[in-house]
């Protein structure tokens, strides 16, 4: 963990300027600077909407991220206390237009206002004004102002409704803190869905009362033959309310048909020739399927899904369908199309790998575009046809893959990704023919055959996974490289701050 030294030992104010209203990742739809800025001081209370308890809790979520660093006491009240002055969180009505994510952010000489219809829309507010602050605020010590914000306006809402990031916890194991820790690192670049690819060959990462095994034992190993682990349906609940508080949608992910040693490691029944193979710590690809012709095979499936559909209040179930090598073409549509029900019937929409479109979409489903040309004919097809598109091109989006050939950490099959190339296409058009209409957003997917720890996590998701965040929030006119850059440049003495061990990338030009 780097502290943050500058000022400390001198009275000279640090960061006296304060930054331009426009130097926050994603960058914002609109801003207009002006007016006199407000500097954050002893005096300052946080006036929150009482008839809303979200409200009320996003304005303390405000007052613990600002009270440590600030050493103000910074009181939450009501609004209808008196007095307009401080930071207002305030509700508006839709009139103004900002929708289920946006927000309006007012400086003035007497406080900060945020306002929005809803309260993810406020959150999200959180976020910039905490990325108009020095990077010192997010020190857990006290530090020396001031902390002000430039006059004049922002106004605010996403490209898109789908903000991904996937981690994958198979292939090694992370714990409750170690998801939350990244939850709050994706929540300031307002991300909103948080992927957790919960299953495959190396482990099986959720209890299921129906089949016990495939957590005690399916989930007992690891790439390398760690220890692995899994998720109790606590400890999953916990992630999803942890997440819901930074106002994230959790989709898990079981993989099928492939990726599943783990699963037929743990009960013998579900193999074609009922024997179940060891547990698998390697990390080739392809080589597992679940039995297409058993009958068991659904049972399975269905109790399953039936489990997580209980345990997941977000509308999405990932039934992956990547890769499935070991599945014959006609094994693969009939597998795809027999679950997908499955899943509906719980009421969920089917989110899958864009393999699907080689079964039939069921109406509603999403695919989940993770090539690297955005030439796959039957991907077009299924989306004219009104499957819509989560975009995560491998090639652009991946965090696993090496930013250069001196990497340590991460895979190269997609090539090697530098910040440049995250941030360099855009999810409209990326995918040929494909309606623009179609595509729902975007998502940056984190694999972790080679990355186990939270500081492995930090260095690949960082600086890219800031380059998909604005890609999917901010609006395509906006899109300028020298100008993002420059504002991710701004955003590495945060991390130093957060403790977030990120690559220095000779692309970027940091402070
Ligand atoms: C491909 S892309 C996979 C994963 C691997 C990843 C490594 C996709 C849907 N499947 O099984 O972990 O490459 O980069």
């Known amino acids: 963990m780097v502290g943050v030294t500058a000022g400390a030992t001198s009275a000279a104010p640090r960061d006296a300027a304060p930054r331009p209203l426009s130097q926050v990742v994603p960058v ?3 801003v207009h600077e002006g007016g006199a800025p407000y500097s954050i001081g002893e005096r300052t209370a946080i006036r929150v909407p009482e008839g809303s308890p979200e409200a009320v809790r996003v304005g303390r979520y405000l007052a613990a991220l600002l009270r440590p660093s600030t050493g103000y006491p910074l009181p939450v009240r009501p609004l209808a206390a008196g007095g307009r002055d401080g930071i207002v969180l305030a509700l508006s009505g839709h009139a103004e237009g900002l929708g289920e994510e946006g927000y309006r952010l007012d400086v003035t000489r007497h406080g900060v ?4 219809e809803r309260p993810a829309g406020l959150f999200h507010g959180v976020q ?15 530090q020396p102002g001031p902390w002000t914000v430039s006059g004049g306006t922002v106004t605010d809402a996403p490209r898109y409704s789908y903000r991904g990031a996937m981690l994958d916890v198979s292939r090694h194991f992370f714990t409750v803190a170690e998801v939350e820790r990244y939850i709050d690192q994706l929540a300031l670049y307002k991300i909103n869905y948080l992927h957790l690819h919960l299953s ?19 989930g007992s190993t690891e790439v390398g033959g760690g220890a692995g682990g899994y998720y109790t349906e606590a400890q999953y609940e916990q992630i999803v309310r942890y997440a819901a508080s930074r106002y994230m949608t959790v989709v898990p992910e079981i993989d099928m048909p492939a990726h599943t040693n783990a699963a037929l490691a743990s009960y013998a029944p579900l193999n074609c020739d009922g024997v179940a193979p060891p547990l698998y710590t390697g990390t080739n690809v392809g080589f597992s399927s679940l039995c ?10 269905a109790d399953v899904l039936r489990e997580l559909a209980a345990l997941t209040p977000g509308p999405y179930l990932h039934i992956g369908g990547d890769e499935a090598h070991s599945t014959s073409a006609a094994d693969y549509a009939a597998f795809m199309d027999r679950v997908q029900p499955l899943v509906a019937a719980h009421g969920k929409t089917v989110l899958a790998w864009h393999e699907i479109t080689n079964a039939h979409p069921i109406a509603g489903a999403v695919a989940q575009y993770w090539g690297t040309a ?18 995560s091109p491998a090639n652009h989006t991946y965090l696993d893959m090496k930013y250069n050939r001196s990497t340590k950490l991460g895979l190269s099959w997609a090539g090697y990704t530098e910040v ?18 179609a595509v729902l957003g975007v998502e940056a997917p984190l694999w972790s055959e080679t990355i186990s720890t939270s500081d492995d996590i930090g260095y690949m998701a960082f600086p890219r996974l800031p380059a998909t965040a604005e890609l999917g929030w901010s609006p395509a006119t906006s899109h300028d490289w020298d100008a993002f850059r420059a504002r991710l440049a701004a955003q590495g003495p945060r991390w130093d ?3 977030i061990d990120y690559y220095r990338s000779p692309q970027v030009p940091w402070p």
């Open 28 to 30: 914002p739809a609109a």
């Open 374 to 391: 955005g030439t796959e004919k039957g991907v077009v097809a299924a989306a004219r046809a009104g499957t819509r598109l989560v975009m």
């Open 292 to 301: 297409v012709p058993k009958a068991v095979t659904y049972g399975f499936i």
């Open 497 to 499: 701050v957060l403790g």
């Open 200 to 218: 495959d060959d190396q482990g099986w990462r959720i209890a299921v009362r129906s089949w016990p095994r495939l957590a005690t034992y399916g």
């Open 420 to 437: 440049k190339d995250a941030y360099g296409w855009d999810p409209a058009t990326f995918l040929h023919g494909a309606p623009a209409s």
């Open 113 to 116: 206002a945020i306002t929005a």
């Open 128 to 142: 910039t004004l905490r990325q108009l602050l020095p990077a010192a605020v997010e020190a857990r010590t006290p």
